[in-house]
């Protein structure tokens, strides 16, 4: 689920101002202080709640523009696309760093930036959007925002972002086996490690995973091996704060298993694996569940 746009496109819900990029424009940047104050409040009234407090500091004739190109014209039709986000809203939070903020006049200042959501699951979401404030009667206010695509660098980031929450070490107990499993960016940042270490009580084995972005389907991918000698692969598709991979996977003795696996998260500190549609050599086998808690301290 991704929160409305139009509210992550305008500097959404958090109190987390990361300013990136120099303020231009000569004289018109010494108003720097009334635009951040103007941001403050705006965060402010998305975190309470309340529509109209919200929609007090967008001007009557705004405008927004989707990333589909879609374009909603006015303050009451842009209020209505808030109603079903609200409570999402004041339960995350939000955080957005400032590419550019560039004043075009003393009155007309325009940011670009990327706004990044965190419900209260731990999940994150995250977008770029270019906005416009205008000066009316010596406060600042939204004028037209719209969504921006992302650049190359910035989808092959996509996938960290998604799973940052996973960033950490985790440990899962099933019927005397005990998997450890850590995972750190890798790459860049382009990439997650993540590293499974099982004991059980007669044998040990370690499992390494890489998880991507993969811009040919828009979707996160992973790649399997193990100690054994196996190896798989799974596309990932997010719905909230669900994730399933169809997995293909090779055994050592070369039979083929597929399953779909699934992740679901519990809260920030745990997570459920699960792994349904089991087969090997075309033979079913049974469904098989983790549920996985952070180690305190480790993230």
Known sequence: MRILVVS????????????AGGQQGGAAANDEAGVKAAIEAYCTSLKSGDLATIMANWVPDADFTDESGNLIKGREAISRLFVGTLADLKAGKTAFKID????LSADVVVMDGAL??????????????S??????????????????PETEG?????????????????????????????????LN??????????????????????????P???????????SRGGFGE???VRDGSVWAGDTTGVLPSGQVGTALNIIRLAGPNSFVWQSTQREVGGQPIPDHEIKYTRVVGNR
């Open 131 to 148: 906005a416009v404030w205008a000066k009316k009667g010596g406060k600042w206010m939204i004028a037209s925002a719209r969504d921006l």
């Open 8 to 19: 992550l496109t305008v500097l959404v819900a958090g109190i987390g101002i990361l300013w």
């Open 234 to 236: 799974s596309a990932w």
């Open 116 to 129: 990044e959501f965190t419900p209260p699951d731990g999940s994150v979401e995250s977008n770029r959007f």
């Open 189 to 214: 940042g382009k990439f997650a490690l993540m590293k499974y270490e099982v004991k059980g009580p007669k044998e040990t084995m370690t499992i390494i995973q890489v998880l991507g972005w993969d």
């Open 154 to 186: 910035q989808a092959a980031d996509r996938g960290l972002r998604e799973m940052q929450w996973l960033t950490g070490e985790w440990v899962g107990e099933d019927k005397g086996t005990t998997i450890r499993l850590t995972v750190k960016p890798e």
């Open 100 to 103: 550019t903020l560039r004043f």
């Open 216 to 226: 040919t389907e828009g979707a996160l991918r992973s790649w399997t091996f193990d």
